[in-house]
Every structure is written in structure tokens, then in C-alpha cells.
């Protein structure tokens, strides 16, 4: 049995392509392994954060884990930071962290270019980042491509710690979802959908209406050749959503080709907002059914717990081969 670990921001409204590259892969995985699930509200705050705002997303998005199929008697599911092990370790990974590789990481350069007043949390996350993942001595982290890199930060710094002190973290693995692992904007489709463009008619929303997400389907740009064919360098807006028809449909691209392939932009975008939808459905109805119950409280508890006592037993061993504290 592998373990694997996985934590989601609760900043802004999960989007399709969430879902598609992570919340509809993880059910499968808690059959054969140990999953931690970790709503990872520390991260979070590197930007600005409403305070009400903030906890309100992080209830919400432990009721969309759950409505995405994660059984909490199968893994755990919690809040980072209600298992303080998370900032602990996220300290001492960054002592060993060099200002040069944080400096280099893709997501800092972009969400500090030209903003004045940076905070030093957006340089300093890798390391609680890593420390999230190798404190559940973790075999494989599933993650979307846009987050190679950080894992890659999270395997040097545990081989650097491993190497320099004693060997007690596992080095994790990478895994990128295949099909469907980066899901692109509907109006600027060579950029990943994101949660926070600021163009609404961009990104489609777990929690859309089918009538919000019939629109900005049909609203989404494509190209005057009016021919239903993958090609994502010359064709990308239709190559994005044959991707998305194909995953919603459960088809491989060749099939949705094949099937569209006497049609218009037009019967297309409607066939892809009707898969949507349908597929949408059934996890909507779920979602406001734990949203509402006392159960997912009962749920965040437990899962706390849990994780506090397996993350616990790494953090002793971690200070220990540091010298820190009184630990024998």
C-alpha cells in the first residue's frame, strides 16, 4: 500500500479544471492506498484573505472532497492548519531551503512581479509545502504540471535533509494526471484556467448553474475554421474543450473528433455544456448535502486527529536527527 498525500487552497471557487486534475481522480485512489486529503489553509494566506470569507471556502471545500467521492473511513481528510506538525516542519525544511531555488520558483516570480509590499510567506511556502507532503512519509503526490516544480523542490530539499542529518523522509513521486491535466481558460485558451482570472466568462466553476456554464461554453473562443479538430498549437480554444468533452463523456479525443466531425462550433459547444452539466450534477447535489449537516464537522475532527498523530511521530524523529528540543 502507497500513501498519498494531496492539499487544495480554499482560496476562490474551485474550477472545472480542479476538478478535472485532481477532486475526480482521488476517489479511485483511496481503493488501494492510505490518502491524506489536506485543505491547505496556511498556504492560503501568502495573499490577503477576507477572515470570514476564508473560513467560509475552507468548509466548503472539505464538503466538495467529500462530494467528489472521498470516504472518510477510507482516508483522511483535514484542515492544515489544525495539525500544527504542518508549520513546524515547514520551519525546519526551511532552514535548509536556499533563498536562490525559492527565488526560482515559477509562482512566486509571477504573483510578485510588480506588486509592491510582497509578502515573504509567497517566497517561504515550498518548504510548509514540502513539509505537508513529508510529514506522512508520502510515496506519490498527484498534482497538475503546473506544480512540477515545487515537488521537485520538495525531493531536493528531503534527499538534503536525508543526506545531512539522517534518513527519515521519503522521497515522493510525481504523478501528473494525463488527460485532462491542465484544463485551459475559455477566452485565453494557450493559459491554464485559474480560479483567480478575473475574467469570469474564463473559467467554469464546480458550483456554476447550468445556465452559467451553458454560456461561458458557448461564449468561448475558438477559430474561423469551423472544423471540430484536435490541434492544440493551431486550434487551441476547440482542442481545449474537445479535451473537456472528452473527460465529461468519458471518450477518448479520436471518439469526440469522430463524432462531431459533420458539425459547427455551435452543436459542438452545446454538446460539451450538456456533458458538463450532467457530469456536474450529481457532485453539486452531493456537496450541499454535507455543506448542511452537522457530519462534515464530525468528519474534520476525526481527520485532524488522525493526521496529528501520524505527523507527530515524523516531526520527533525530523527534530531529533536536528538536535532540537530535549528528545532522546
Known amino acids: 500500500m502507497k500513501t498519498i498525500f494531496s492539499g487544495i487552497q480554499p482560496s476562490g471557487s474551485l474550477t472545472l479544471g480542479n476538478y478535472i486534475g485532481a477532486l475526480s481522480q482521488f476517489p479511485a485512489l483511496q481503493e488501494e492506498n492510505q490518502c491524506y486529503f489536506c485543505i491547505v489553509d496556511e498556504h492560503a494566506i501568502t495573499v490577503p484573505q477576507d477572515r470570514l470569507k476564508l473560513k467560509k471556502q475552507i468548509r466548503s471545500l472539505a ?3 467529500l462530494a467528489a467521492g472521498i470516504d472518510p473511513d477510507k482516508s483522511v481528510l483535514f ?7 504542518h508549520t513546524q516542519l515547514g520551519w525546519m525544511i526551511q532552514s535548509i531551503s536556499y533563498i536562490g531555488e525559492l527565488e526560482r520558483m515559477t509562482q512566486f516570480k509571477d504573483k510578485s512581479d510588480g506588486k509592491d509590499g510582497v509578502s515573504a510567506a509567497l517566497l517561504t511556502y515550498p518548504p510548509l509545502m514540502a513539509a505537508d507532503i513529508l510529514l506522512y512519509n508520502t510515496d506519490i503526490v498527484p498534482v497538475g504540471d503546473d506544480q512540477k516544480q515545487h515537488l521537485e523542490l520538495t525531493r531536493n ?9 539522517n534518513n527519515i523522509f521519503t522521497v515522493p513521486d510525481i504523478q501528473i494526471t494525463k488527460v485532462g491535466a491542465r484544463i485551459m481558460s475559455l477566452q485565453e485558451p494557450t493559459k491554464k484556467m485559474s480560479k483567480s482570472d478575473t475574467n469570469l ?8 448553474e447550468p445556465k452559467q456554464i451553458e454560456k461561458k461554453i458557448k461564449s468561448a473562443v475558438t477559430d474561423s475554421e469551423g472544423v471540430v479538430r484536435y490541434d492544440k498549437e493551431n486550434k487551441p480554444g476547440v482542442s481545449n474543450l474537445l479535451t473537456i468533452y472528452s473527460v465529461a463523456t468519458n471518450k477518448t479525443i479520436a471518439e469526440s473528433e469522430q463524432e462531431f466531425a459533420d458539425s459547427g462550433y455551435g452543436d459542438f459547444k452545446q454538446a460539451v455544456a450538456d456533458a458538463v452539466v450532467n457530469m456536474l450534477a450529481p457532485l453539486q447535489k452531493r456537496y450541499y448535502e454535507w455543506l448542511e449537516s452537522d457530519e ?8 485532524a486527529e488522525r493526521a496529528q498523530a501520524a505527523a507527530n511521530k515524523t516531526l520527533r524523529k525530523a527534530k531529533k536527527a536536528m538536535g532540537l528540543g530535549r528528545g532522546k
Open 296 to 303: 462534515l464537522d464530525e468528519v474534520l475532527d476525526k481527520g
Open 79 to 85: 484542515i492544515q492548519s489544525e495539525v500544527p506538525a
Open 63 to 65: 464538503a466538495l472532497y
Open 157 to 165: 530539499v528531503a534527499e538534503r535533509f536525508n543526506n545531512r542529518f
Open 201 to 208: 466568462k474564463a473559467s467554469i466553476f464546480i458550483l456554476d
